[in-house]
């Protein structure tokens, strides 16, 4: 649930929704959460 909330936030959604999708199917739901929260910074920090 705290995924989805961090998606909506950032810029290109379905960017991050194709990424999220590769990295479930390749890594793990742990570092999606991570990469998604890192996302969310950058978008804030520009």
């Known amino acids: 649930m705290k ?3 961090i998606i909506s936030s950032v810029k290109d ?3 991050c929704f194709a990424m999220e999708k ?10 999606i959460i ?5 996302a969310e910074k950058n978008v ?3």
């Open 34 to 38: 991570l990469y998604l929260w890192q």
């Open 3 to 5: 995924a989805k909330v």
């Open 22 to 31: 590769y990295l479930l199917d390749k890594v793990g739901k742990h570092e």
């Open 44 to 46: 804030m920090l520009s």
């Open 13 to 15: 959604v379905w960017k």
